[in-house]
């Protein structure tokens, strides 16, 4: 974890490999077969975003860690984003329905969730874990052959919260699109990187510009779907 946590300090994102995640114990191989299908099941009963277009279903939640280390989970304070990183929807409270207890109990989710936590404790430029909003976003991309899915922002941006963990969970082989940018400006893209397995991961803080290709459908008459989850910390105003 430390070289990760290094690589974000001094260059503002860092790449976690599938293989990171599959050693911790709730989500090795041994037992994350049920549970993983059960998290990938849930992606068909998200909603789709009425606040953006870009063929986005999705759902959310924020988290709360207490003292003996429970993770608890619920709408704490609204969700909204300003409109100087988000000028599509920036400044709306946006409500989405609470994502249910099948995900949230998922080993696999708290597994995520609790190593997120220890690397932003680790990382320790962004203030205690008490005092930051802790939000979970299902992102479920949905493309056809003439209709891509696509972020909002669309484009090279950076986020309200100060630090996002862009988890895969799937992806079809039928995917077009669906890369990751990395950039020091608007118009000047450091990186290009894909998310092709389960829990491969990119985590991005303010130092950068980030954003995610549009994603299309190779087949005509098929649908293609890209499946994530981001974990957002981001400091509680005053």
């Known amino acids: 974890m430390n070289n990760y946590i290094k690589h974000l300090s001094s260059e503002g994102y860092s790449y976690i490999p599938s293989e990171y995640y599959k050693s911790l114990e709730g989500i090795s191989e041994s037992v994350q077969n049920d549970y993983l299908q059960n998290l990938k099941n849930g992606y068909s009963h998200l909603t789709l975003d009425p606040y953006s277009p870009g063929n986005r279903w999705r759902g ?15 709408h704490f304070i609204p969700y909204k984003q300003t409109k100087k990183y988000n000028p599509d929807t920036g400044d709306i409270v946006r409500n989405y329905p609470i994502l249910p207890k099948s995900i949230t109990e998922n080993i696999i989710l708290k597994s995520l969730l609790k190593d997120d936590i ?8 962004i203030g205690h874990i008490d005092d930051l909003t802790i939000g979970i976003h ?19 941006h950076k ?32 990186r290009v990187l894909r ?31 890209r499946d994530i989850i981001l974990v957002t910390f981001q400091k509680i105003s005053g």
């Not at 220890?118 to 430029?125: A, L, N, P, Q, S």
């Not at 299902?138 to 090279?156: E, H, I, N, V």
């Not at 092709?196 to 293609?224: L, M, R």
Request: charged share 25%.
């Open 159 to 190: 986020d309200d919260e100060d630090v996002v963990f862009i988890h895969l969970i799937s992806s079809s082989s039928n995917m077009l699109g669906g890369d990751n940018l990395i950039a020091s400006t608007p118009k000047t893209i450091e």
């Open 60 to 74: 959310y939640i924020q988290c709360k860690r207490l003292e003996d280390g429970t993770l608890i989970f619920d």
């Open 118 to 125: 220890r690397f932003i404790e680790k990382y320790e430029k």
């Open 195 to 225: 998310l092709q397995n389960s829990f491969d991961t990119i985590v991005v803080n303010h130092d950068k510009y980030h954003a995610v290709t549009p994603v299309g459908c190779s087949i005509n008459g098929e649908i293609a779907t």
């Open 138 to 156: 299902l992102f479920r991309y949905q493309a056809k052959f003439d209709s891509p899915a696509y972020s909002s922002p669309l484009w090279l």
